[in-house]
């Protein structure tokens, strides 16, 4: 079990920028893959970015070259850096985990992005 706990959540200008946070506690191996969702209510979850398999990042194409995904094993924490923020940007996003050995997949609860005009 894995389990993920995200903060850096919040109300920001367009423009802006804001810096989440996710920790992952439990059975956490620095291989295992981590990544960013966000889901607007009515619409699909869509990837915002992620760390392959292959350890490289791959991004959506709406956040490539704005947001930027970083990871600090020992600290089990996967950050998501945010910059000239949108307000198609606003969505809850959640922090994803999936265990390379079983594909298992763990989600954390979210945080809200909102973003302003």
């Known amino acids: 079990q894995v389990q993920l706990v995200e903060s850096g959540g919040g109300l920001v200008q367009t423009g802006g920028s804001l810096r989440l946070f996710c920790v992952a506690s439990g059975d956490v191996l620095p291989n295992d893959i981590m990544g960013w969702y966000r889901q607007v209510p009515g619409k699909q979850r869509e990837l915002v970015a992620t760390?392959?398999?292959?350890?490289?990042?791959d991004y959506g194409d709406s956040v490539h070259g704005r947001f930027y995904i970083s990871r600090d094993n020992p600290k089990k924490t996967v950050y998501l850096q945010m910059e000239s923020l949108k307000t198609e940007d606003t969505a809850v996003y959640s922090c994803a985990y999936r265990k390379r050995n079983t594909a298992e997949c763990y989600w954390g609860q979210g945080t809200q992005i909102t973003v302003s005009s």
């Open positions: 760390f392959t398999s292959g350890g490289s990042a």
